[in-house]
């Protein structure tokens, strides 16, 4: 489960650093001079996007349950309150 869980996350962020890196000017710095409210506000969002992922997986991957079949446990640990 963890194993998938980091391979995932693995694709994911190469294919974030692949779309941020055609996307971003030549002459940039840190925070591209066309940075304005809406992209420090998409950024927020991302990270926040990020961070569930990361603890919805750790969630599930903390859960003891059958390979096969179909579920027997309800998950409302963690961010599935």
């Not at 489960?1 to 779309?19: E, G, H, N, S």
Request: charged share 10%; glycine share 8%.
């Amino acid at each position: 489960m963890i194993a998938d869980f980091l391979a995932r996350t693995a694709v994911w962020i190469a294919l974030l650093a692949v779309w941020v890196s055609l996307h971003k000017p030549q002459d940039a710095g840190w925070l591209p001079t066309w940075a304005g409210i809406t992209t420090l506000v998409g950024g927020a969002v991302l990270v926040t996007g990020l961070c569930l992922y990361v603890a919805g997986a750790v969630a599930l991957a903390h859960i003891k349950r059958d390979a096969v079949g179909t579920p027997n446990q309800l998950i409302v640990e963690r961010p599935y309150r």
